[in-house]
């Protein structure tokens, strides 16, 4: 019988057929951090109950733990220390790995997971973390839930849910030069809106998605709540197995020879059935900026503040509202948009590719006056690898701040903060009201372009940077 | 979990797309490790004058005298966006919200309030509007929520009915520990892990031995 990839992942993880309609699925990979995880952990052994499977969940410090160089428990959120003993404490009690904060293996836990080889293509992987999809950019169904189901998938190694439906977005062309996927996710959302993917497990194909390496496929699902998708899917290719390949945690010796076969036949077939299909023109995509507080609301680095007549009237209220927020007007153009504050990191674009693009941009160059500019690794292992590539001095020397791994101020926990009125631009993904700080006001858009930003002191357009 | 049934109850309307979990209740809010002490944070962005006062902002809906002990929020699109945090519905429960309708959810977020025994009513936007416009109007009317008819009445009027699936209803309205459920067919999944081992060794055996040794970046 022929089926969508989500079809196959479904039917070898079906236990069994609950009534109505959902299904029993069998969870292969549980990832908790501190700020929801523990919580979870802590729950289920005040329950009395157990782990049924410690060796197929991972616990990470990276939420809120401090990013400054020499740090130890103690949290710039007030309570936050709480939060890391707690979910040591449960991680310990509850026989669950725990990358603990001077793990040379901690970092963000969507990082991490690709690169010690946890997920793996055709797997259920879930985390109490809505960025989880990133991760089906090797072929696993992973996805975000509660802290409540995390308990679930804790003690049963099951969930109980209903098969998604299903969309693929086929995106062909070529990414033009200074564009990433980043700005091709941003482009997504702008064109099919910030609800576009709502619940559904969405399998981006196509050669511009064949010609991505993983780092790059794993910021283009990073994205996909962002559309308000259930996950983000990629087929597994021979770029996937060459990634996992002698990975911490990837199969070895026969099994990976049967892994490997396995992976490379995980996908549609050709008459699969999707609930929708988009295609999308890869080439006609330029480098990305939010306006508003809300990725939906976002244009090419060179275009304007639209018009609030642009998103019909439902949309004028909240774009009023955003308008208001973020100090703008339509017809104001992003460039040239004076900012306060740069800042690269996040589980959507702080791995070692990342990097290094912003690097051979700031290389020689020095940040703008007056912009408080951070680099934050999205993992140790990938500050370890910048820092033996030299890239720590090149951020360095352009006066950015050189961080340890952790999500940092990607959102405000109550601790460090952009200040009120702020303008950043950032590699993040989320430019909701007071996410990076009370009343701050973020730009997302790529690791080039805040690094461009950076060096400007105002927004600018990365393709107008020589290299 | 408390079952549900039926609710009668006021509303309040908050119309605005895309409410995030971070605006149900902000990071700066979630203090502790657990699961109650949150209802004090809900939409404390938006609720209270200043971040971090406690001081209410009389312009918001929620604050407003003729809102209060509402238990139906009737709200816009994509609403729990953002942040899986399950706070968020801890903290909508904990102030008494019992019922949300909204054309749309978030997907986790929804799964959350199935969790947590708040009933995610979604329909047409019209049919949203109109409910919010009656309770614009007059603020004291009773809505009575029925889950098991699957309808929302005034009196004996029925406003609307909606559709749910037969498993988060069930779900609700037994209020039932959803771990114990599971647990009843703990023998089943033992066997499936069983032959699945036979099908994907990989993935047992991959994660019972840590290559560090051969770690690569
Ligand atoms: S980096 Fe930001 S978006 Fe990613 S997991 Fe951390 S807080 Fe969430």
Redesign the pocket.
């Known amino acids: 019988m022929s089926g969508t990839l989500l079809d196959k992942i479904w039917e070898t993880h079906r236990v069994a057929g609950g009534h109505g309609g959902a299904d029993l699925v069998l969870i292969d990979r549980i990832l908790l951090h501190e700020r929801t995880g523990g919580i979870a952990l802590k729950s289920l052994l005040e329950s009395g109950r157990e782990v049924m499977a410690p060796e197929h969940a991972f616990a990470v410090m990276?939420?809120i733990v401090d990013t400054h160089v020499g740090r130890t428990d103690r949290t710039i959120m007030p309570t936050g220390t709480d939060f890391i003993r707690a979910t040591r404490r449960a991680a310990h009690a509850a026989g669950v790995r725990l990358f603990d904060l001077d793990d040379p293996a901690q970092g963000?836990?969507?990082v991490i997971s690709p690169e010690l080889g946890i997920v793996q293509p055709g797997a259920t992987l879930v985390c109490p973390?809505s960025?989880t999809c990133s991760q089906g950019a090797l072929g696993a169904l992973a996805w975000g839930i509660g802290s409540t189901e995390a308990e679930h998938a804790l003690a049963t190694s099951t969930l109980s849910l209903r098969r998604p439906r299903t969309m693929r977005i086929r995106i062909e062309g070529v990414l033009a030069p200074g564009v990433t996927a980043k700005d091709l996710a941003l482009a997504l959302i702008g064109r099919f809106g910030a609800g576009g993917g709502e619940g559904h497990v969405v399998e981006y194909s196509g050669s511009a998605v064949s010609a991505m390496d993983i780092e790059a496929r794993l910021t283009l699902c990073n994205m996909a709540t962002e559309f308000a998708a259930f996950s983000a899917l990629i087929a597994p290719d021979s770029r996937t197995v060459d990634y996992l390949r002698g990975r911490r945690f990837a199969p070895a010796g026969d099994d990976w020879v049967k892994a490997e076969e396995n992976w490379l036949s995980l996908r549609s077939d050709d008459d699969a059935v999707f609930d929708s299909e988009l295609s999308f023109d890869a080439g006609t995509v330029a480098p990305m900026v939010t306006w508003g507080t809300n990725p939906q609301q976002v244009v090419p680095i060179d275009g304007t503040v639209p018009d609030r007549n642009a998103g019909g009237p439902k949309a004028q209220e909240n774009w009023d509202r955003a308008l208001d927020y973020m100090g703008l007007v339509p017809g104001d153009r992003l460039t040239g948009l004076k900012i306060d504050a740069a800042f690269i990191g996040?589980?959507t674009n702080s791995r070692i590719s990342d990097l290094r693009r912003a690097a051979a941009i700031l290389k020689g160059r020095k940040v703008a006056e007056g912009v408080k500019a951070i680099c934050v690794p999205g993992s140790t292992m990938v500050k370890r690898q910048a820092e033996a590539e030299g890239l720590d001095r090149i951020f360095r020397d352009a006066g950015f701040e050189w961080r340890e791994s952790g999500?940092s101020m990607?959102?405000f926990a109550g601790g460090e903060s952009f200040g009120p009125g702020e303008r950043v631009v950032s590699s993040?993904?989320r430019n909701f009201e007071s996410r990076q700080g009370p009343r701050t006001r973020t730009h997302i858009a790529s690791p080039e372009t805040v690094a461009a930003s950076a060096v400007a002191g105002s927004i600018a357009d990365v393709r107008t940077f020589a290299r | 979990m408390t079952p549900f049934t039926v609710l009668t109850a006021r509303a309040a309307p908050l119309m605005r797309d895309n409410i995030d979990t971070d605006t149900i209740i902000p990071s700066r809010e979630m203090r502790t490790v657990a699961k109650t002490g949150l209802a004090d944070g809900l939409f404390a962005g938006w609720r209270y004058t200043s971040i971090g006062s406690r001081t209410p902002d009389p312009e918001f809906i929620l604050n407003r005298p003729e809102r209060r002990g509402f238990s139906i929020l009737v709200t816009g699109d994509n609403f729990g966006c953002g942040s899986s945090r399950e706070h968020a519905v801890w903290a909508l429960a904990e102030y008494g919200i019992r019922a949300i309708v909204a054309p749309s959810f978030n997907p986790i977020f929804r799964a959350n309030c199935i969790a947590n025994g708040v009933v995610p009513v979604s329909v047409e936007r019209d049919t949203v509007e109109r409910l919010a416009a009656m309770t614009e109007a007059d603020p004291s009317l009773l809505f009575t929520l029925d889950l098991p008819r699957q309808e929302m009445r005034v009196g004996d009027d029925v406003i609307f009915g909606f559709e749910i699936d037969p498993e988060s209803k069930d779900a609700l309205i037994s209020g039932l520990d959803p771990i114990a459920r599971t647990l009843r067919l703990r023998d089943q999944i033992l066997a499936f892990v069983k032959t699945d081992r036979q099908l994907r060794p990989w993935i047992y055996s991959a994660t019972a031995t840590d290559h560090s040794a051969r770690e690569t970046a």
């Open positions: 990276d939420h963000i836990v969507h973390d960025h996040s589980c999500c990607c959102f993040t993904n």
